[in-house]
């Protein structure tokens, strides 16, 4: 799990914008309905964000932040991007998570995970807790939720120590 949290690609743009509004950054954009679905428009339709965007107060300042799953058609890539809301409404993107190819984003899903306590996937069995992993992950404020259709998920919390998310696997 260490490995795991240390490989997340955490990329910080600065971009100025209202917090209604967010500039996704150059060549990036939301999937398509067509590119979303695949086949699974009946588990989309469980979710208001259709699991393709996650809104919560994620790093506790008092804005919403938004996590959205963007694609790339350059790079045929998909991305887990939050964009974190700032008092002076100024909005800072981080890439919580990256696949190729970009047709990924039609099995990944992306949800607000509420304050409580979870039990890990280490602490379900899956595998043994690593030195820095804990078998149970209390939640203080609402985490992103980021999951692979009836498969695995992992949550991304916000650290106030490091001041970035973490990654936590919740099941395998």
């Not at 690609?9 to 917090?19: N, V």
């Not at 790093?59 to 002076?88: E, H, I, P, Q, W």
């Not at 695995?152 to 696997?169: E, G, I, R």
């Amino acid at each position: 799990m260490k490995s795991q949290a240390l490989s997340i690609i955490i990329l910080l743009i600065a971009i100025t914008a209202h917090a209604d509004e967010i500039a996704f950054p150059t060549d990036w954009r939301l999937p398509t309905d067509e590119e979303s679905e695949k086949g699974m428009l009946k588990w989309r339709n469980k979710d208001s964000n259709r699991y393709l965007a996650a809104i919560a107060d994620f790093n506790g300042d008092g804005k919403n932040d938004k996590a959205l799953m963007l694609v790339n058609d350059k790079t045929n890539k998909m991305r887990l991007y939050v964009f974190l809301s700032y008092y002076n409404n100024a909005i800072q993107a981080i890439i919580l998570n990256e696949f190729e190819p970009k047709s990924w984003v039609s099995a990944m899903g992306v949800s607000v995970a509420n304050p409580g306590k979870y039990e890990t996937a280490c602490g379900k069995g899956y595998f043994e807790c690593g030195p820095n992993e804990s078998e149970i992950l209390e939640l203080t404020r609402p985490a992103i939720n980021f999951l692979k259709y009836e498969s695995a998920n992992s949550f991304f919390y916000w650290n106030d120590k490091t001041n970035n998310f973490l990654q936590v696997q919740m099941s395998d």
